[in-house]
């Protein structure tokens, strides 16, 4: 079972390295599952994404607070909406230009109840 769990944890952690140069394309999403995986089945992998200082954070504050940056609300929120335009205005089937919009709302309005990062106490930083 070690196998699986690293096989997904290497899928999904090269999906979110592309992401990171592809535009539109999440990266944070599949960090948190490579994370997840990751810390099932190959513990070196996992503790490398938590100590990474572009991928660490996001992944601890998804694990501590259940939080989602503002930024990443938007940015997601401007993709799908990039992408529901270019669906509905595509010559595809009329149930794709239904399912496919309702289901990345539903997706939005799940994201945008989560909670934001908590901000940083500046006294202890000091």
């Not at 140069?21 to 994370?35: D, E, Q, S």
């Not at 993709?79 to 990345?104: G, Q, R």
Request: aromatic share 12%; charged share 15%.
């Amino acid at each position: 079972m070690r196998w699986v769990w690293r096989c997904l944890a290497l899928v999904a952690v090269a999906l979110g390295l592309i992401g990171v140069i592809v535009p539109g394309m999440p990266t944070t999403v599949f960090m948190l599952m490579g994370a997840a995986a990751a810390s099932r089945g190959w513990p070196a992998l996992h503790d490398w994404l938590l100590s990474h200082p572009r991928f660490g954070p996001p992944i601890q504050h998804w694990r501590n607070y259940g939080a989602v940056p503002r930024k990443a609300k938007w940015m997601a929120l401007i993709t799908m909406l990039l992408s529901m335009w270019m669906i509905c205005s595509s010559a595809t089937a009329l149930w794709v230009k239904w399912s496919l919009p309702s289901l990345m709302s539903a997706i939005l309005l799940w994201l945008w109840t989560r909670p934001e990062c908590p901000r940083k106490n500046p006294e202890q930083e000091q």
